[in-house]
């Protein structure tokens, strides 16, 4: 064992113990970042914790909480024969009815997953003769990088790329999850979401939902570190919002990309798996950037897809809405693995099932 490895395990056993001698009463934290669900579940950090302490898993994962209608779109337009559809390797796994991209792509269709939207925009470039479709996901984190490849294909003139602009904000959905829940005393707020918008984008947290929000970055010190923030606000009742990750979060985030996504993007209404449509929590092109909208340019496609309809039983939704850990669900590692995913929570490394499933105990 290094030093490093040393010191980082000592100070896990140190903050857990400060954890459970300032534990007061019973608190249900939420994270709301896929990174931090996934760490949660490699670290085994719910073990280390009090049992008055109950960490449960929200809408972090983007992949996740895209809709099936949404997905029922791409996969109408991945079907036309002048187009190459292009995402991420987990969107194009995430199951919608009894079809997915990987399916139409094993059926014929040009799907193609990608490292990043330039890649996608490369491919346009090399591919004249195709329409290159980006499907575009992701929170705050990922769309400013959307929005300059949109920039650079116009600047360009690419004109045989678009994008299914699938782009989501937090806190919208936050509102919409957090403003009557008395289930949840507290949020863990996403450390690369924050880096882009900036701390005071959760201030109202404390402010409008008298909750209270630590910040926090992904190793299991820096996770602990803002539980313990949390924990001691309890006692005085007092929710503040506290930035754990002040090496990386400041105040006002990142200023040019922020700078890009208003160029390109406006705010706009979004279906979130398990939470429905929610006002302004979405990402729409800018009139100036419509002529790359995919739903607009394939909308006869689009308005004739099916809509195709999650599996019955599984309980996704409610997992993204912390109202089920993954093994409530009934097909959690019997009808439902990464290797044939069921739902889109278990399709993810971000997604609560899929880290669930991977780091379950093995006896």
Not at 254 to 275: I, S, T
Request: some cysteine.
């Amino acid at each position: 064992m290094s030093g490093a490895e040393h010191d980082d395990r000592a100070a896990v056993r140190l903050l857990a113990e400060e954890i459970a001698r300032a534990t007061l009463r019973p608190m249900t934290i939420m994270e709301v970042c896929g990174t931090h669900t996934m760490q949660i579940a490699r670290y085994g950090l719910r073990a280390l914790l009090p049992p008055q302490i109950r960490l449960v898993s929200g809408p972090g994962c983007p992949v996740c909480v895209t809709d099936s209608g949404l997905i029922s779109a791409a996969l109408a337009i991945a079907a036309l024969p002048q187009v190459m559809l292009t995402s991420f390797g987990d969107m194009l796994r995430v199951p919608a009815g009894d079809s997915s991209l990987l399916a139409v792509r094993d059926q014929g269709a040009d799907v193609r997953y990608v490292l990043s939207p330039l890649d996608a925009l490369e491919l346009a470039v090399q591919h004249p003769e195709k329409e290159i479709v980006f499907f575009a996901v992701g929170f705050e984190t990922t769309a400013p990088l959307t929005a300059a490849t949109l920039q650079a294909a116009r600047e360009r003139g690419i004109r045989n790329f678009s994008v299914i602009p699938a782009h989501k904000t937090m806190p919208a959905a936050l509102r919409r999850l957090l403003k009557d829940s008395a289930a949840i005393d507290a949020l863990l707020c996403p450390g690369h979401v924050a880096a882009v918008t900036g701390a005071d984008a959760f201030a109202f947290v404390p402010q409008e939902l008298g909750k209270g929000a630590a910040i926090a970055g992904f190793t299991a010190v820096a996770i602990l570190r803002a539980v313990l923030a949390l924990v001691h606000m309890m006692p005085q009742q007092a929710p503040v919002l506290v930035n754990c990750y002040p090496h990386v979060v400041t105040a006002t985030g990142n200023r040019a990309a922020r700078a890009a996504l208003d160029a390109v993007f406006q705010p706009c209404d979004a279906v979130w798996r398990g939470l429905g449509d929610i006002p302004g929590s979405g990402l729409a092109l800018r009139p100036a950037y419509q002529e790359f909208d995919a739903l607009t340019r394939f909308a006869a496609a689009v308005a004739a897809a099916p809509r195709r309809e999650d599996h019955p039983a599984c309980r996704c939704g409610a997992v993204l809405r912390g109202e089920a850990a993954p093994v409530d669900c009934p097909l959690f590692a019997r009808a439902c693995d990464p290797q044939h995913p069921a739902g889109a929570c278990m399709v993810s490394s971000e997604g609560a099932c899929a880290a669930a499933y991977r780091y379950r105990p093995t006896s």
